[in-house]
T-cell receptor, first 112, second 115 residues
Framework: NAGVTQTPKFRVLKTGQSMTLLCAQD?????MYWYRQDPGMGLRLIHY???????AKGEVPDGYNVSRLKKQNFLLGLESAAPSQTSVYFC???????????FGQGTRLTVV | AQSVAQPEDQVNVAEGNPLTVKCTYS??????LFWYVQYPNRGLQFLLK??????LVKGSYGFEAEFNKSQTSFHLKKPSALVSDSALYFC?????????????FGQGTELSVKP
């Protein structure tokens, strides 16, 4: 009963390096989301997807790219990491537009 | 603009006492309201939601919340707090016509329940 799984759980990057965060869900959900969590700011939406092959920008998309080639996977890429991208990243999925979202356990990313 | 406000960064309660975590929202149209809880180093867990119908909704772990349209509020409540309820609580809102069902989150309220 995996739900939403994120890899990796922790990562340290040097400024300018690139990386990809993987999110996988086994609930056949159409909607998937990437959020970042920063102290005192709640969760802010980076990008989202309403189905396989579709992506859209959220509230804070700059510096990130995403892809959803398969329904169960949603990838978040950082092409050139910056210290401002130090954060905890959460992936989530939901069955429909207004049902509850299920969250992964998060990826703690530090950019030095 | 759509927004959610949680006016208290921290709420302190003694075990056994009732607790309230406040949330107000601003959206165009009918809101869909959610509460999530986050334990340290964990993802968010769904507690309860209001979509339509009865203004008082009951959720997991004995929590409930009351939707008040006139005050645009959705406060989280529990009659008797437990030490294990200590965590970070997030209110979130979506709304009809919100493409992609994006959730808008409040900044979170840290609940501390002392024995």
């Amino acid at each position: 009963n995996a739900g939403v799984t994120q890899t990796p759980k922790f990562r340290v990057l040097k400024t300018g390096q690139s990386m990809t965060l993987l999110c996988a869900q086994d609930m056949n959900h159409e909607y998937m989301y990437w959020y970042r969590q920063d102290p005192g700011m709640g969760l802010r939406l980076i990008h989202y997807s309403v189905g396989e092959g579709t992506t859209a920008k959220g509230e804070v998309p700059d510096g990130y790219n995403v892809s959803r080639l398969k329904k169960q996977n949603f990838l978040l890429g950082l092409e050139s990491a910056a210290p401002s991208q130090t954060s905890v990243y959460f992936c989530a999925s939901s069955l429909t537009q207004n049902t509850e979202a299920f969250f992964g356990q998060g990826t703690r990313l530090t950019v030095v | 603009a759509q927004s959610v406000a949680q006016p208290e960064d921290q709420v302190n309660v003694a075990e056994g006492n009732p607790l309230t975590v406040k949330c107000t929202y601003s959206v165009s149209g009918n809101p869909y309201l959610f509460w999530y809880v986050q334990y340290p180093n964990r993802g968010l867990q769904f507690l309860l939601k209001y979509i339509t119908g009865d203004n008082l909704v009951k959720g997991s772990y004995g929590f409930e919340a009351e939707f008040n349209k006139s005050q645009t509020s959705f406060h989280l409540k529990k009659p008797s707090a437990l030490v294990s309820d200590s965590a970070l609580y997030f209110c979130a809102v979506s709304f009809l016509g919100n493409q992609g069902g994006k959730l808008i989150f409040g900044q979170g309220t840290e609940l501390s329940v002392k024995p």
